[in-house]
């Protein structure tokens, strides 16, 4: 089966620009989780959803940041305009319903953005 | 608010070795608590799941710990092999929210 799949892989733009990252998950999962990476913070949770819905966006740091689920087997994570100290890893992560609590998240290989 | 420490932060053992990883949780009402391996530029693979009522759970060579009361959960990887090397997290999982990391132990395993 194919895992969570995440595009683009790399992202090198210039501050100001526009970014949109991509996320399919697991077919069958109903729940989905943007996470960012970053040496000084680790691994923070910015959104979950649940059946396309979201459920808690507290993470997410500021209202540049946006993210969406039209369908279940979509989602993105927008950041507009894009500043330096967005740059990090973001994964998007996926798991089966069942409230989530009691089922692994599987994550994808991230996007490695870089703001110039 | 849930803080997770992991110790250490790296270590380096050689090939053959039983070794202990260590995570510590503040906030003793979880849900579950995880723990996964994040290979260099890969996103991160669940190794192991405990539920709140279990005490430990096992997977080949890998068994983890959960003492909820005293906030505490290992990582025992048995006769460890330079494939084992990698950056080891564990998250712990609380009501209304999602999984909250450490930030991981680096392990390196010399042949």
């Known amino acids: 089966d194919a895992g969570v799949i995440q595009s683009p892989r790399h992202e090198v733009t210039e501050m100001g620009q526009e970014v949109t990252l991509r996320c399919k998950p697991i077919s069958g999962h109903n729940s989905l989780f943007w996470y960012r990476q970053t040496m000084m913070r680790g691994l923070e949770l910015l959104i979950y959803?649940?059946?396309?819905?979201?459920?808690?966006d507290s993470g997410m740091p500021e209202d540049r940041f946006s993210a969406k689920m039209p369908n279940a087997s979509f989602s993105t994570l927008k950041i507009q305009p894009s500043e330096p100290r967005d740059s990090a890893v973001y994964f998007c992560a996926s798991s089966l319903p069942d409230g989530y609590s009691n089922q692994p998240q599987h994550f994808g290989d991230g996007t490695r953005l870089s703001i110039l | 608010k849930q803080e997770v420490t992991q110790i250490p932060a790296a270590l380096s053992v050689p090939e053959g070795e039983n070794l202990v990883l260590n995570c510590s949780f503040t906030d003793s009402a979880i849900y579950n608590l995880q723990w996964f391996r994040q290979d260099p530029g890969k996103g991160l693979t669940s190794l192991l799941l405990i539920q709140s009522s279990q005490r430990e759970q096992t997977s080949g060579r890998l068994n983890a710990s959960l003492d909820k009361s005293s906030g505490r959960s290992t990582l025992y990887i048995a006769a460890s092999q330079p494939g084992d090397s990698a950056t080891y997290l564990c998250?712990?999982?609380?009501?209304?929210?999602?999984?909250?990391f450490g930030k991981g132990t680096t392990l390196s395993v010399s042949s």
């Open positions: 998250a712990v999982l609380q009501a209304g929210t999602a999984l909250i």
């Open positions: 959803f649940n059946n396309n819905v979201p459920i808690d």
